[in-house]
């Protein structure tokens, strides 16, 4: 798959996802053979009014490349300046999150709810196309609910106005992030446009991974919740495809280290108590399934410092041990 002056082999790029896909993450994931990463998404108006989040969210090192900035917004004008602005921080292509199905956006006519209105959503794309010098992908679902899937039709538009590519995401927004996961709608958008078309939606593994890639023949996956606290899927994934093998998940010892340098880069990214705050759900997925997992999540839950972090992941091994 090509994107401008990027060439994406088949394997697996990390998903955009709101408070979760930083910077610490994005370079664990693309060390671990992640073949691009998306940034969380950016709101245009708080862009364009100069908020200072929002110029922090599109803060790229050369470590995450290639990575794509992710814009979400209602109209048109303020999306095509977004993307001027965006575009200062050297990402490698623009996404446009027509997807997101979290009620402050789709109830605020963003995300998914552009799904509702198509006509709205080509223009915002053609006028981020018009303002852009790199690619433009757009983001996307299976629809609004069982009762509007419009996947196809929505992949074509995107097409016609001017999208160097889509992803699909196989759930509606009614869904929000409930099984079942569709990747038969996936498949239809691949064989009705000519653009790529990166499939999205359950993959937690390097065989769903494969399975993904030969239901739907789509150019590349994307991986989210899949990878939280496993940034080393990808690697098993890029093992998996290319030779039918993989490494097996690391030791736990191992994966408390990846859980403290993680976190260390968030720590350097965003100061210490922005990241230990955060770091709370990531060390939660991180120590999931481990001895006493509960009692260790709710600790985890109470982290306040960096020192906070690297007694828990003391503790997960020793506990581990007993």
Request: proline share 6%.
């Amino acid at each position: 798959m090509i994107l401008g002056k990027w060439e994406l082999p088949p394997y697996a790029m990390l998903a955009p996802m709101a408070g979760v896909s930083d910077r610490a993450l994005r370079e664990l994931a693309m060390r671990f053979g992640a073949v691009a990463c998306v940034g969380e998404m950016v709101s245009c108006k708080g862009l364009v009014q100069g908020s200072r989040k929002s110029a922090e969210l599109m803060e790229i090192g050369p470590l995450e490349m290639p990575c794509a900035i992710q814009l979400f917004g209602d109209e048109p004008e303020p999306m095509a300046r977004a993307a001027e602005l965006a575009q200062q921080y050297s990402p490698a292509w623009l996404d446009i999150n027509m997807g997101c199905p979290a009620p402050k956006i789709a109830g605020n006519r963003s995300g998914s709810a552009l799904m509702l209105e198509p006509d709205r959503a080509e223009s915002i794309i053609r006028a981020v196309k018009a303002a852009s010098s790199i690619p433009v992908t757009v983001k996307f679902r299976k629809g609004w609910d069982d009762s509007r899937i419009n996947a196809v039709e929505f992949a074509q538009m995107a097409e016609a106005a001017g999208a160097d590519a889509v992803t699909v995401h196989g759930r509606t927004r009614q869904q929000m992030y409930a099984p079942p996961v569709d990747w038969e709608i996936i498949r239809q958008v691949k064989n009705a446009v000519s653009i790529p078309v990166i499939g999205n939606g359950d993959v937690v593994s390097p065989e769903t991974a494969k399975a993904l890639y030969e239901t739907t023949g789509c150019d590349l996956i994307m991986i989210g919740r899949g990878a939280l606290g496993a940034p080393w899927l990808f690697r098993q994934v890029r093992q998996y495809l290319q030779t039918g093998e993989y490494d097996p998940t690391p030791p736990l010892e191992q994966r408390m280290e990846l859980m403290v340098e993680q976190m260390t880069l968030a720590v350097q990214y965003k100061g210490e108590r922005v990241a230990s705050h955060e770091a709370r759900k990531h060390c939660g997925w991180y120590i999931s399934g481990v001895r006493g997992a509960a009692q260790l999540r709710r600790r985890a839950g109470e982290l306040q410092t960096l020192d906070d972090i690297k007694r828990l992941a003391e503790d997960v091994v020793k506990a581990a041990e007993e």
